[in-house]
């Protein structure tokens, strides 16, 4: 089993839609859970972060977490064309020593006009 | 400010060429991340920098991979012997103190295609 497992997709939806982006995952030492959104031929940006279960707005997203069911989610609400691109979940944990980051491989988006 | 570059932004080479792929990271980052990329898939951890030694190299795929720092400032991931596998886009991410809640920042990354 994968550390973190994320639909690939396509996923295509018409402007205006509400899309939900979801990951799983298995390592009940992360703490620490992030959205990244990357454009076509450029590098991943930080869209959204979050520590705790529950939700976390900004704007037109939503970030949710359930640590119980290891599970996060991102809302995006009247998606617009420009929210095309590939959001990849991400999660760390504190580790003295080491890499402690983990990446989703990503969700391709399409929001069509 | 200026963000993470990389250079070249895009290497044709042919196989059994030695590549070598730079990084210039945000100004006063101690944290450098190196990752893979290929078509489709999702990012592949290569090696983290924490300053110029490196506490986790367990991503390097094998030994024609390595990588090193100067100080806190660029890095060069060196291929030798390229592959096709080894096609893909290589990013690089920088953060400022290698923290689990720290931000990585990433530059537009290298494509490589070894033809």
């Known amino acids: 089993q994968k550390e973190v497992e994320q639909d690939p997709g396509p996923l295509s939806v018409p402007e205006g839609a509400i899309v939900s982006l979801n990951c799983t995952y298995s390592?009940?030492?992360?703490?620490?859970f992030m959205w990244y959104r990357q454009y076509s031929r450029k590098g991943p940006e930080l869209l959204m972060y979050t520590y705790s279960s529950g939700n976390k707005e900004d704007g037109r997203f939503t970030a949710q977490v359930d640590k119980s069911s290891k599970y996060i989610s991102l809302f995006i609400r009247d998606s617009q064309p420009s929210d095309s691109a590939t959001y990849l979940c991400?999660?760390?944990?504190?580790?003295?020593?080491?890499?402690?980051?983990?990446f989703g491989p990503g969700t391709r988006l399409s929001v069509l006009p | 400010g200026a963000g993470v570059s990389q250079s070249p932004s895009n290497k044709v080479t042919e196989k059994g060429k030695d590549v070598e792929l730079r990084c210039d990271p945000i100004?006063?980052?101690?944290?450098l991340y190196w990752y893979r990329q290929r078509l489709g898939q999702g990012l592949e951890f290569l090696i983290y920098?924490?300053?110029?030694?490196?506490?986790?190299k367990s991503g390097l795929p094998s030994d024609r991979f390595s990588a090193e720092r100067t100080g806190e400032s660029v890095s060069t991931l060196t291929i030798q012997r390229t592959q096709q596998e080894d096609s893909a886009v290589y990013l690089c991410?920088?953060?400022?103190?290698?923290?689990?809640?720290?931000?990585?920042?990433f530059g537009p990354g290298t494509r490589l295609t070894v033809l």
């Open positions: 390592n009940s030492a992360f703490q620490y």
């Open positions: 991400a999660m760390s944990y504190w580790r003295l020593y080491g890499q402690n980051f983990v």
């Open positions: 991410a920088s953060s400022l103190e290698g923290l689990y809640t720290d931000t990585q920042y």
């Open positions: 920098f924490q300053g110029n030694s490196a506490p986790d």
């Open positions: 100004s006063g980052h101690t944290a």
